[in-house]
């Protein structure tokens, strides 16, 4: 089976991430690795605690959240500017407290202004594990402070029991 020029370049770009994903943290320094993913953990404490005002002032103004989650059959999937995600939890009676937690984040920074954090997560409320997926937050070194740019996440089902 011959491979087109095209194909080539799919699987050079795919080794090419996988490969700078498993070096993503290798020349970071400990410092700025922490600092980045305070930033993400100090906003999902706040998201999940409720406190909205705070969660929202960690987004840069025009943020997106976008939102690949699969159902019974298949992907659907959602984007809004982080403004309006804010108003729509505000505005939902029925929010309850969660726990998100971020498992093996992979940083990477460029030019010391520019970082993208992925994370496997889980969400726990009560004690119990009510979802798990894969975050991607990219974030932008403004005024000293780790601001929001985008958070994308996919939801990964529990396994049938």
């Known amino acids: ?3 087109t020029t095209g194909a080539r370049a799919i699987i050079a770009l795919c080794f090419l991430t996988v490969l700078s994903a498993s070096f993503a943290d290798v020349g970071l320094a ?3 690795r922490s600092e980045i993913i305070s930033a993400v953990e100090d906003f999902l404490a706040d998201l999940g605690e409720l406190r909205l005002e705070q ?5 840069l103004p025009g943020a997106v959240r976008i939102v690949s989650r699969k159902g ?3 992907f659907s999937h959602t984007l809004h500017t982080a403004g309006e995600w804010m108003e729509e939890l505000k505005n939902n009676p029925n929010a309850k407290p ?3 937690e971020l498992i093996e984040p992979v940083v990477t920074v460029e030019s010391g202004q520019l970082a993208h954090v992925r994370a496997a997560f889980r969400i726990a409320r009560e004690g119990s594990v009510v979802a798990m997926g894969v975050n991607h937050f990219i974030l932008q070194r403004r005024g000293g ?3 929001i740019a985008a958070l994308a996440y ?3 089902p529990e396994p049938a029991r």
């Not at 969660?55 to 987004?59: E, G, K, L, V, Y």
């Open 154 to 156: 996919t939801n990964i």
């Open 55 to 59: 969660a929202a002032r960690r987004f």
């Open 98 to 100: 969660f726990r998100e």
């Open 1 to 3: 089976m011959k491979r």
């Open 30 to 32: 400990a410092d700025e």
């Open 145 to 147: 402070a780790w601001r």
């Open 72 to 74: 019974t059959s298949d």
